[in-house]
């Protein structure tokens, strides 16, 4: 269902020159619908048409982004949890990636070159080196016990969110209808924004995601996602990722600009080459 405003704004764009300027046009169009009799309940119709595409998209957003989170949840909670708790050992270590033992083995290692630093500058007592070894020791069976359980938590994180994305898939595919309605209500929300209003957001989401300090957040990103689904953290992998997919999205993202905002919102497109120099 097409929006009345978004359908005046979009005709508004991509109407052809005439000899007559178009204000002039649409002022007498302007005064010909207010002299319609009919006028009044026109535009209470419409009201209740923009009401509805208002109610009825907030409501499957919220479906969109609620849903999945509850399955995700619940998926875990109650039937992956125990099943995987049941089988997985945790006396015996074990490591889904050579990431998790580097991290295991690089905090043992600082925390015993901690128990030595605080020896000598008499923060701790004198120890004997069964005592030293009895700490690290101890510390190792921690280290261990957190890192199985980083590991059951990567397999139970896959697992649920493998079914999460399932319960998307499925309410993206059987709402087409819904999807219609939520991409007209998206299209009238961003093309309505005033000019200074969407430079501002093309300036944030260009900046976050594909500026020159985006690096470092994409990078974080990876590695937590990387670490969520138990995969090792592959270096080569991530820089690979961060010099090629930012790349790609500024590209789409000027192609948007070029194509679609050029013709629906040039002024807009005007303000934001001026607030960006």
């Given at each position: 269902m097409k929006n009345w405003r978004s359908d005046n704004l979009n005709q508004s764009a991509f109407e052809k020159t005439g000899p007559i300027p178009r204000s002039i046009t649409r002022t007498f169009e302007k005064f010909k619908k207010e002299l319609d009799p009919n006028a009044e309940s026109e535009i209470i119709e419409e009201f209740r048409v923009s009401r509805y595409q208002t109610s009825a998209s907030i409501k499957y957003l919220l479906l969109l982004i609620i849903s999945p989170i509850l399955v995700n949840q619940i998926s875990r909670s109650f039937i992956?949890?125990?099943?995987?708790?049941?089988?997985?050992?945790?006396?015996?270590?074990?490591?889904?990636?050579?990431s998790q033992e580097e991290r295991a083995f690089s905090e043992l290692q600082r925390f015993e070159e901690k128990i030595h630093f605080e020896i000598l500058i008499g923060q701790l007592p004198h120890l004997?080196?069964?005592?030293?070894?009895?700490?690290?020791?101890?510390?190792?069976?921690?280290?261990?016990?957190?890192?199985?359980?980083?590991?059951?938590?990567?397999?139970?994180?896959?697992?649920?969110?493998?079914?999460?994305?399932?319960?998307?898939?499925?309410?993206?595919?059987?709402?087409?209808?819904?999807?219609s309605v939520l991409k007209s209500f998206v299209n009238e929300l961003i093309y309505g924004l005033s000019d200074t209003a969407k430079a501002f957001l093309i300036i944030l989401f260009t900046d976050v995601f594909v500026g020159f300090h985006s690096a470092h957040g994409w990078e974080v990103i990876l590695e937590n996602g990387l670490r969520h689904f138990g995969l090792p953290e592959n270096r080569d992998l991530i820089f690979l990722f961060i010099a090629t997919?930012?790349?790609?999205?500024?590209?789409?993202?000027?192609?948007?600009?070029?194509?679609?905002?050029?013709?629906?919102?040039?002024?807009?497109?005007?303000?934001?080459?001026?607030?960006?120099e």
């Open positions: 992956f949890s125990p099943f995987i708790d049941y089988f997985w050992n945790e006396k015996i270590v074990k490591f889904l990636n050579v004997s080196q069964e005592a030293v070894e009895k700490e690290i020791k101890n510390k190792a069976i921690e280290l261990a016990q957190y890192y199985s359980s980083e590991s059951t938590d990567a397999i139970k994180n896959l697992l649920s969110d493998v079914i999460s994305f399932f319960t998307f898939t499925y309410l993206v595919i059987t709402g087409e209808r819904q999807i997919f930012p790349v790609l999205l500024d590209t789409v993202f000027k192609y948007w600009i070029f194509r679609y905002l050029n013709q629906v919102s040039p002024s807009a497109v005007a303000t934001y080459h001026e607030m960006n």
